[in-house]
């Protein structure tokens, strides 16, 4: 059973340039979370979507920054015009639902790199 | 945001007992304590989780005071591959989000 995927690993991106990040759940994981990591710090928690809704998006910032989960496909987390704050590691997480027995488990980042 | 406190870092000798503190003092009575690895830069990786009882994995141990505000989590025979961050968290049972503080960077010395 293959874990969480992600793509590309790594992405270079110019200061306005467009971002999409990939990530495909582990099979049977209908609950997506992504999460930003700094430098140097923890992970934080962006948004987190089912099936075609967002449901908690309280750590996304509020503009640049959009997510989907399509009913067909992979949970794609966009940046538009980017800039070099937006450097980091995006980790995206699955789970089959909420809740003390659904922990999240992680795929391996998409480290971003603005020049 | 993070109700957790744990040391910067911490140096265990390999073979020995790794033993790391987190202390959650305002931790609410519907509270979990989890705790998650990150090995060099990698995705975290799920270690184990409790409610008010001492828990055991494969991986790890869980000890939780009898009040709840602190827990230990004890590798029991650390190895060099133990060496990483990590990371104790509190959420709710239907919490949608971790909350990732600075964590404990454990390094495993030869």
């Known amino acids: 059973n293959a874990g969480v995927m992600q793509n590309p690993r790594h992405l270079v991106r110019r200061r306005g340039q467009e971002a999409r990040l990939r990530c495909s759940p582990m099979?049977?994981?209908?609950?997506v979370y992504w999460y930003r990591q700094l430098p140097e710090e923890g992970l934080k928690f962006m948004v987190y979507?089912?099936?075609?809704?967002?449901?908690?998006e309280s750590g996304m910032p509020k503009e640049r920054f959009s997510a989907e989960f399509p009913k067909e496909g992979p949970s794609i987390l966009r940046i538009q015009q980017v800039v070099r704050g937006d450097s980091a590691a995006y980790f995206c997480a699955s789970s089959t639902g909420t809740g003390n027995y659904n922990e999240q488990f992680f795929g391996p980042g998409t480290r971003l790199t603005v020049l | 945001d993070a109700k957790t406190t744990q040391p910067t870092s911490m140096d265990c000798a390999e073979g020995r007992a790794a033993n790391l503190p987190c202390n959650h003092s305002t931790i609410s009575g519907n509270e979990y304590v989890y705790w998650y690895r990150q090995i060099h830069s990698q995705g975290p990786q799920y270690i184990i989780h409790g409610l008010k009882n001492n828990e055991t994995n494969e991986m790890a141990s869980l000890i939780i005071t009898e009040d709840r505000k602190s827990s230990t989590l004890i590798l029991p025979h650390a190895t060099l591959r133990d060496t990483a961050v990590y990371y104790c968290i509190v959420r709710m049972n239907t919490g949608n989000q971790f909350y990732f503080g600075t964590g404990t960077s454990l390094t495993v010395i030869p």
């Open positions: 979507l089912q099936k075609e809704n967002i449901i908690d």
């Open positions: 099979k049977g994981h209908s609950h």
